[in-house]
């Protein structure tokens, strides 16, 4: 019986580990379903004020980037299946960047987000939207279950740990928290 333990259990969580990334990959190819919601790709340059009437779960916000680290993601409105699929998803009850609060960004670590492991504290995070870009100085990174929301303008980047087998039943994740440097808004 212990020999079959030790055999077993390492075994099985590696199965687990290769499972659920075949998992999120498949998602990534995986036919759209009737129900399933459709993404807003289009591209409308405009001032905030347009954007804000025009925005809606699924729709895309723009891109971020952390060159250092080698993170690049399409950014959706909304923290769903279909958005974390193709890109990463922010928080809905978030703000969204520059409005004065905390922006909540999460993606699967099948995507670069994978590598928020290697941002470190001083690095730049761009964000480029619609309605202008944005520019965040890395504060703290952080692999823990949960993590303060700052009250001032700023953003939060999470991700499952992929380095950890069974990461996404962990509650474990890679938190990276930014504030505000530079923007410019139209």
């Known amino acids: 019986v212990l020999v079959s333990m030790i055999v077993f259990v390492p075994v099985s969580a590696l199965l687990m580990s290769r499972a659920v990334s075949t998992v999120h990959k498949a998602q990534t190819v995986m036919t759209k379903t009737a129900n399933e919601l459709e993404l ?11 954007y804000l009437e025009k925005i809606s779960i699924g729709k895309r916000l723009g891109t ?12 959706y409105y909304g923290i769903n299946r279909a958005c974390m699929r193709n890109g990463a998803g922010l928080n809905s009850n978030s703000y969204l960047f520059g409005e004065g ?9 099948s995507s670069s987000f994978a590598r928020l492991g290697n941002v470190s504290v001083g690095d730049t995070v761009n964000v ?22 700052p009250e001032y303008d700023s953003i939060i980047l999470a991700a499952f740990d992929s380095s950890k087998p069974f990461a996404a039943q962990d509650e ?15």
């Open 172 to 186: 474990e994740k890679i938190y990276v928290t930014a504030e505000l440097v530079n923007k410019e808004v139209s």
């Open 101 to 109: 609060g905390c922006t909540q960004i999460a993606a699967y670590p």
């Open 40 to 50: 807003d790709n289009s591209y409308e340059k405009c001032d905030y004020s347009q």
């Open 128 to 149: 480029d939207t619609f309605w202008g870009s944005f520019e965040y100085r890395v504060i703290s990174v952080e692999k823990t279950e949960s993590v303060s929301v």
């Open 64 to 75: 971020i980037s952390c060159e250092s680290a080698g993170i690049c993601e399409n950014v």
